[in-house]
């Protein structure tokens, strides 16, 4: 039964885990106003009240009075709480299954008469302790043995976390104001909790408590997390968070090192005296390779020869399936990885460098294993015939994308191939095949972290005999694979939406390019061949670059099959798990590929304090202009402008507002 509060009562209740004596100067509606021995007006809900004394206090008193009163009782009580021992009492009654009020316990802790104080000083000392007792409605229960441990247990594991909190959130606060400070025992754990927290919000195990840790440390959510990370060192000032949230792997583990190891070891000097297994020889071919200058993965080469009534040429692929094996360590960490990436300040192989740059790797002057494409050409051209080989093969010139552009006129090679290139590219367009000519942005931020950035025609004509001499080779594949009926991956596109742009065009109209892409289909990955109409092809598989995507690696192993006349490596059931198993992992390099380079261009932009720019209008929406920032290849929003109205297709300057890599912000306006 309730007891009536009246003004004068003096009550106890809790506020903030602590008890608090406090007299009551009104009482409305269930709720006391009232004056705490802290000298502090509250208003309290009646509920909240633990006990009330018999004798009120005179209201008629000052308010010195009144709190000269309060604190003369929170002392007397302090002082008998101090002979209370609550273990004692414990032991006299923890096979007592019923509860006692506080006062009934006094009457056990002392052997003079009871009052109000000695009925508070037992309420404080059992609250102050909740090992031995178990409060409910106003009664305390003794816990059995059992219970005693497991709370016991239970306030140590509670103890512990408030020494964390202390202990961490200290020692953030100090790294925060950017003092010298020895780091805790826990220091990887509390960085952990951090990294978790800003990598995934609330979603993390540790979210709450990383959340407690900052709040306390005053460092601001979210981005003072990234920079306390920073300032320790655990991060860099430039991290790649998508590392961290897709769980990508810059180094292998031991047992993929262990099996490149073995393979370097075993199989690379035998590859290297060329006496490798029965191959045809193909060394005397004049082989070169047209890379990037930073490529150190070489997995295609060309060669050109003369025949008596046309021309042979020579697509000769990287045979990196001879030294990944099916279901080993090397063949499951490539398809978990499922592709290299080329990041602007960092690459990820999908294979170990040990074999992606070493023996894999169609290295200029050294004898290497390839699956060679051998295509004859009558004297105009026409494709006459093709085969797959086994071969060995030995590369003579090892060159740039500029080195073959400044070499086109004057070297036959070359010059032969770029030709072929044109021709089939024409071809493909009759076909159908939707040639949208966009260049490309290549970003390189050196050790220093400089950022260099430019742009690469991608009609250039080293840019052109490689991109169709490739698309040759793996339609030529798509079509033997599925003629033979050997099981295959397959890559296919659907007609687009709508068809904007002309590809037999002169001109280079940058907006419809970009407006023709949002009307492209899909590219897919599947079991079954179906046309590509985006390459012009009936059928198109990809097995060129086996060093850098698994597919690539597994189509390349159905390839060798055939040309051995042995069954596939790989049956339909196998191949479409791996369409699915890869299906991820790509989709998530792609989304990091295009994010991270983002990410550097708003770094440039930063850096470099630049200011205007030229843009584009793709597309208008309710609120924002879509534009493309055509130097930096860089798509972007800006609010509609006032006072001038532009349309699609349209250029313009644009004012850089406020640029945040990090935050991923780039606010424009018109200049």
């Known amino acids: 039964m309730e007891r009536e509060i009246k003004p004068g009562a003096v009550v106890e209740f809790f506020d903030e885990k602590r008890l608090l004596c406090a007299v009551c100067l009104e009482v409305r509606d269930a709720r006391l106003q009232v004056l705490t021995e802290q000298n502090r007006q509250a208003n309290v809900a009646s509920k909240r009240i ?93 816990n059995s043995p059992e219970r005693l441990e497991q709370v016991r247990l239970q306030l140590e594991r509670e103890a512990q976390k408030e020494r964390e909190l202390a202990e961490s959130s200290t020692w953030l606060a100090a790294v925060w104001r950017g003092e010298t400070v020895p780091a805790p025992e826990n220091r990887d754990r509390y960085i952990r909790m951090v990294m978790d927290l800003y990598l995934h919000g609330p979603e993390a195990a540790t979210y709450q408590q990383a959340k407690t840790i900052l709040s306390l440390a005053q460092i601001p959510l979210p981005q003072g997390a990234f920079q306390v990370l920073v300032k320790l060192g655990a991060w860099r000032e430039d991290e790649n968070l998508y590392f961290h949230r897709f769980g990508i792997q810059e180094t292998f583990p031991p047992p993929v090192m262990t099996a490149a190891d073995r393979v370097e070891q075993e199989l690379a000097p035998v ?43 020579g697509i000769h692929i990287a045979d990196a399936a001879e030294f990944v094996g099916r279901h080993g360590p090397l063949d499951e960490e490539a398809l978990g990885r499922a592709t290299s990436l080329y990041l602007p300040d960092s690459k990820i192989p999908m294979l170990p460098p040990l074999l992606s740059e070493g023996v894999c790797s169609l290295r200029e002057g050294e004898n290497r294993l390839a699956l060679s494409l051998l295509i004859r050409f009558d004297q105009d051209d026409r494709l006459l015939d093709y085969r797959f080989t086994l071969s060995r093969v030995r590369v003579h010139r090892q060159l740039t994308y500029s080195d073959a552009n400044d070499l086109i006129a004057t070297d036959g090679t070359l010059g032969y191939l770029f030709r072929l290139g044109t021709r089939l590219r024409r071809q493909r367009i009759v076909k159908g095949a939707l040639h949208l000519p966009l260049p490309e942005l290549r970003i390189w931020v050196n050790s220093n972290g400089v950022i260099h950035i430019s742009r690469v025609d991608r009609e250039a004509p080293s840019q052109v005999v490689v991109s169709e001499l490739m698309i040759l080779a793996n339609a030529l594949a798509a079509a033997e694979l599925a003629a033979r009926g050997v099981p295959a991956i397959y890559r296919s596109q659907e007609k687009p939406q709508e068809v904007l742009f002309d590809p037999n065009s002169a001109g280079d109209d940058l907006y419809l390019k970009y407006r023709q ?96 720019l030229d843009a584009l209008v793709l597309d208008q929406g309710v609120r924002n202009y879509y534009l493309l920032l055509p130097d930096y290849l860089l798509e972007a929003n800006m609010p509609l402008a006032e006072g001038r109205r532009l349309k699609p297709g349209d250029h313009f300057r644009v004012e850089i507002v406020k640029v945040d890599p990090r935050e991923e912000v780039l606010k424009l306006t018109m200049a």
């Open 50 to 142: 633990l006990r009330v004394d018999e004798r009120p206090l005179d209201l008629g008193q000052g308010r010195a009075e009144l709190l000269a009163a309060l604190q003369e009782k929170v002392a007397r009580r302090q002082d008998l709480m101090a002979r209370v021992s609550v273990e004692e009492l414990w032991d006299l009654l923890q096979e007592e299954e019923e509860g006692f009020d506080p006062g009934q316990l006094a009457e056990f802790c002392f052997s003079e008469e009871v009052t109000g104080d000695h009925t508070s000083a037992v309420l404080r000392a059992l609250l102050g302790d909740a090992l031995y007792f178990k409060y409910r409605n106003g009664l305390f229960y003794p």
């Open 271 to 313: 590859v290297s005296l060329g006496t490798y297994g029965e191959r045809e020889d193909l060394t005397a071919l004049e082989l070169l390779t047209i890379d990037g200058p930073m490529t150190r993965d070489y997995d295609d080469a060309l060669s050109v020869r003369a025949l008596d009534h046309g021309t042979e040429v």
């Open 517 to 612: 892409r949002r009307f492209l289909s899909r590219a897919e990955l599947g079991i079954t061949p179906k046309p590509h109409t985006g390459l012009g092809m009936e059928a198109y598989t990809s097995w060129t670059s086996p060093i850098r995507r698994y597919v690539d690696l597994v189509v390349q192993r159905q390839l060798k099959s055939m040309a051995l006349g042995a069954p596939p490596a790989h049956d339909r059931d196998g191949l479409g798990e791996i369409v699915a198993r890869v299906a991820l992992p790509q989709s998530r390099a792609q989304l990091m590929k295009r994010q991270w380079t983002r990410y550097w261009v708003l770094r440039y932009l930063e850096r470099e304090r630049i200011k205007t």
